[in-house]
């Protein structure tokens, strides 16, 4: 069975700064791993996915993840913090069809 | 392409009534999973259908719920009997055919915007 956990449920972090949401999976095979955004009262929007190809993977909004089988972490990030970027972030892994989820990190930017 | 498309968004329903959500895949989609999202809390898988299929349903809760795929019309997830456990988000997400000769093909899930459901 897979299995996903986010450290810390919360996070903020001033407008321009790094970001960095930790995800760590366990998985008895080759994950595919995944970071989903959801903004409020909305569903979930791909960020990127880790498919066994590249270990750092960039997605869609300056976001980047880099694949670390050794640390068995995924963990997402982007060099200068947007206003926009103020949503929840969830880390997943799937293992055949369908996708396990993290509990999710809720981010916060600071004006 | 429209999207993945779910109604309502919003449902209320009293205790022991039933509560029925539609999901329509993205044209060209024929699998379909639903999740759900309880306050707080991570999305948890409940079922994954195919046309007319339910492929695994390892997720749902024994009693009141179920799910079809028909082969016209939106994926329904049904809710009998509500109970104030059930208030919830729950998304639907669409993925197109898998071609299973290739081992372990992967298949992106496009999710819809979810529906809400308060049970009084």
């Known amino acids: 069975a897979q299995s996903v956990t986010q450290l810390g449920s919360h996070v903020s972090v001033s407008e321009g700064a790094l970001v960095l949401l930790r995800c760590n999976y366990s998985?008895?095979?080759?994950?595919?791993l995944f970071w989903y955004v959801q903004y409020p009262n909305q569903g979930l929007q791909l960020l990127l996915k880790y498919t066994s190809a590249a270990t750092l993977v960039k997605g869609i909004n300056g976001f980047e993840a880099e694949f670390k089988k050794s640390e068995t972490s995924f963990h997402l990030t982007k060099p200068s913090a947007h206003m926009s970027d103020a949503a929840e972030y969830f880390c997943a892994v799937s293992v055949g069809e369908k996708l396990t989820f993290g509990t999710g990190t809720r981010l916060t930017i600071i004006p | 392409n429209a999207g993945v498309m779910q109604n309502p968004r919003h449902l209320v329903r009293r205790r022991g009534q039933e509560a029925r959500l539609r999901c329509s895949p993205m044209k060209g989609h024929s699998h379909v999973y639903w999740y759900r999202q309880l306050p707080e809390e991570g999305l948890k898988f409940m079922v994954y259908l195919q046309k007319e299929n339910i492929i695994d349903e390892s997720g749902m809760p024994k009693e009141r719920f179920s799910a079809e795929f028909p082969k016209e019309g939106p994926s329904i997830l049904r809710i009998q009997q509500v109970v104030r456990g059930d208030s919830a988000a729950y998304f639907c997400a669409s993925s197109p055919v898998v071609d299973w000769d290739w081992v372990r093909r992967y298949n992106e899930q496009f999710f819809g915007p979810g529906t809400r459901l308060t049970v009084l």
């Open positions: 998985s008895s095979v080759p994950p595919y």
